[in-house]
């Protein structure tokens, strides 16, 4: 069994009783038959939704299962899926994400979800040191209610995840650790993490750009204040305030940016506090590339964590 399987299933005690005790194995290889089944290829829906907290619409794209239409009332698990730096809504269709979650869907690998593709600009998903762009208050307050209203998604907290790349990552962490009662489960590959506040700014090459970047929601100069209130590094040191979250991430050991750095401290925190988590760091870089032959674990992920919720197979 995938270990992310094993991960999710020992936060759900009973259920877990029960598949040892009619054989594990032959569940899943039944799961696969059914799950193949399900039409393979997804649907884009891309629109506004509109924002009174931002004063401006936010482009939402949203990647609907292939029998969404066909499927009468039913309600399907969700997943937010956060893009990285200088990418938008659309980058999941365009970059080969929806390719991989079909793949994955058609093999019998992964049942049915709905995944989200929010526009987050360059906003780190938080709300901005400056008060001028509160993109964290829009996604929690206006987002979520938006697509439940709209979609025939689940409501449990437990079938709801929130997962990102880079930029994404550390905003799914950001969201998640901060509200718990909103997400049951996160995911966070090549996560935008630093192991220490960056004082000062590195000024040259690929860093030097980067820095600049994240003055526009931590403040210029930064505050450090404010870089430790929304960092997942520093929420990590209280785990009580995410005591049921469900948690993966990985990192390539090559990663141009140097954020395997911060996955590793991020696993060491949260291994010190007694928080269970899954974390892997795989052999690769940073970018498509590496979300091309890693990104199907942490989609793997999330659909055991909405399993052992409770979610329909077909």
Same mark, same amino acid.
Request: proline share 5%.
């Given at each position: 069994?995938?270990?992310?399987?094993?991960?999710?299933?020992?936060?759900?005690?009973?259920?877990?009783?029960?598949?040892?005790?009619?054989? +594990?194995? &032959?569940?899943?290889?039944?799961?696969?038959?059914?799950?193949?089944?399900?039409?393979?290829?997804?649907?884009?829906?891309?629109?506004? !939704?509109?924002?009174?907290?931002?004063?401006?619409?936010? %482009?939402?794209? !949203?990647?609907?299962?292939?029998?969404?239409?066909?499927?009468?009332?039913?309600?399907?698990?969700?997943?937010?899926?956060?893009?990285?730096?200088?990418?938008?809504?659309?980058?999941? &269709?365009?970059?080969?994400? *929806?390719?991989?979650?079909?793949?994955?869907?058609?093999?019998? #690998?992964?049942?049915?979800?709905?995944?989200?593709?929010?526009?987050?600009?360059? =906003?780190?998903? !938080?709300? $901005?040191?400056?008060?001028?762009?509160?993109?964290?208050?829009?996604?929690? #307050?206006?987002?979520?209610?938006?697509?439940? @209203? @709209?979609?025939? =998604?689940?409501?449990?907290?437990?079938?709801?995840?929130? &997962?990102?790349?880079?930029? &994404?990552?550390?905003?799914?962490?950001? +969201?998640?650790?901060?509200?718990?009662? !909103?997400?049951?489960?996160? $995911?966070? #590959?090549?996560?935008? +993490? +630093?192991?220490?506040?960056?004082?000062?700014?590195?000024?040259?090459?690929?860093?030097?750009?980067?820095?600049?970047?994240?003055?526009?929601?931590?403040? %210029?100069?930064? %505050?450090?204040?404010? /870089?430790?209130? %929304?960092?997942?590094?520093?929420?990590?040191?209280?785990?009580?305030?995410?005591?049921?979250? @469900?948690?993966?991430?990985?990192?390539?050991? #090559?990663?141009?940016?140097?954020?395997?750095?911060?996955?590793?401290?991020?696993? *060491?925190?949260?291994?010190?506090?007694?928080?269970?988590?899954?974390?892997?760091?795989?052999?690769?870089?940073?970018?498509?590339?590496?979300?091309?032959?890693?990104?199907?674990?942490?989609?793997?992920?999330? /659909?055991?964590?909405? $399993?052992?919720?409770?979610?329909? *197979?077909?």
């Amino acid at each position: 069994m995938p270990r992310a399987i094993k991960h999710c299933l020992r936060f759900e005690h009973a259920k877990l009783t029960a598949l040892v005790s009619i054989g +594990l194995s &032959g569940i899943l290889i039944a799961g696969a038959h059914s799950l193949a089944r399900v039409p393979s290829r997804t649907t884009l829906d891309c629109s506004v !939704v509109s924002s009174a907290i931002l004063g401006r619409d936010v %482009n939402v794209c !949203v990647d609907l299962p292939g029998d969404y239409n066909s499927s009468g009332a039913r309600r399907y698990p969700v997943l937010y899926c956060l893009h990285g730096l200088f990418e938008n809504e659309r980058s999941w &269709g365009e970059r080969g994400g *929806k390719e991989i979650l079909d793949s994955l869907v058609s093999s019998g #690998q992964l049942g049915p979800f709905i995944v989200v593709l929010p526009d987050g600009g360059r =906003t780190f998903y !938080v709300n $901005s040191f400056d008060g001028r762009e509160r993109y964290e208050d829009f996604f929690i #307050q206006e987002l979520v209610p938006a697509i439940d @209203k @709209k979609y025939r =998604t689940m409501l449990s907290v437990a079938e709801r995840g929130v &997962g990102g790349t880079s930029m &994404g990552g550390y905003g799914a962490l950001h +969201l998640a650790m901060r509200h718990a009662d !909103v997400f049951g489960s996160a $995911s966070a #590959q090549s996560a935008a +993490l +630093l192991p220490s506040f960056p004082h000062p700014l590195p000024t040259d090459g690929r860093w030097g750009f980067y820095a600049r970047v994240l003055e526009e929601p931590f403040g %210029n100069p930064l %505050n450090e204040s404010w /870089w430790d209130a %929304n960092n997942p590094l520093h929420l990590a040191e209280d785990p009580e305030r995410f005591a049921h979250l @469900k948690l993966y991430f990985d990192c390539g050991d #090559q990663d141009r940016y140097g954020f395997n750095a911060g996955a590793e401290a991020l696993d *060491k925190i949260l291994t010190g506090k007694g928080f269970a988590h899954e974390y892997h760091l795989r052999p690769g870089g940073h970018g498509w590339s590496y979300l091309a032959d890693y990104m199907k674990y942490a989609l793997e992920f999330h /659909w055991a964590c909405f $399993s052992a919720a409770g979610a329909k *197979k077909p």
